[in-house]
């Protein structure tokens, strides 16, 4: 587990956006609402999840993402989920005519490192389903830290996730952006503040690195608010 945790982070620092990168903000929002039945070994998550570009002016995806999970142990958690996710197009007579769709499987290790340090490691498979070309098979190494400040109810977090394609999708539509090796980074700096027991918030900055291979990379940088419920 240490060793793949290392090796992420190593790989997410080698890929720092290019020079020549195009460039753009944007506005991401997600709420997120995960139950554990009542204290049972089952698990369930949705997430709902808007997003703008152009400068936060333009409307530009909508991801649902439900899961069912399973606690192997307090710490290790393993679950399998889908995600639809709406690429808006308002050119079109319909409006996400391009959607994608994803079968996903993932491992998550859950830990306190400390009373006030938390940390998750998350990796997870994904088959993408495009509506546009074949599927596409991408594994995702997120690291998570949250810092709780002594006597508040505030906290710090910090999150990169690195994004891998195994297969290339050629002679089509997806090919400058499906391709074997690194497709995306993402790192993300915030406060939080748990507002009750069960509901807590956190927004901050995101920086998104894409990758692509015959068109230039993209370097986004990005307002990313999450909203959480457990219960």
Request: proline share 4%.
């Amino acid at each position: 587990m240490k060793k793949t945790l290392v090796l992420s982070i190593c790989s997410s620092l080698a890929f720092a956006p290019s020079v020549k990168a195009a460039e753009d903000w944007g506005t991401w929002i997600s709420s997120t609402y995960q139950t554990d039945f009542g204290g049972s070994r089952y698990l369930a998550f949705l997430e709902l999840a808007p997003r703008l570009k152009e400068d936060s002016s333009e409307f530009s995806q909508f991801i649902i993402r439900p899961l069912l999970g399973y606690k192997i142990t307090p710490k290790l958690q393993l679950w399998l989920g889908y995600a639809w996710q709406g690429e808006y197009n308002g050119h079109s007579d319909v409006e996400f005519d391009n959607a994608t769709q994803d079968l996903m499987q993932q491992v998550q290790w859950i830990d306190n490192l400390t009373p006030a340090l938390n940390l998750q490691y998350r990796f997870r498979l994904e088959q993408r389903f495009f509506a546009d070309a074949d599927s596409g098979h991408r594994m995702r190494h997120r690291l998570r830290l949250q810092y709780t400040l002594p006597g508040t109810n505030a906290y710090l977090i910090a999150i990169d996730e690195l994004f891998i394609y195994l297969n290339s999708l050629n002679a089509s539509p997806r090919e400058s952006s499906v391709q074997p090796g690194v497709n995306q980074n993402r790192s993300y700096v915030g406060i939080g503040y748990k507002l009750t027991p069960h509901i807590n918030l956190d927004t901050g900055y995101q920086l998104q690195y894409i990758n692509n291979f015959n068109d230039p990379d993209v370097h986004n940088s990005i307002w990313f608010t999450n909203f959480n419920v457990t219960f």
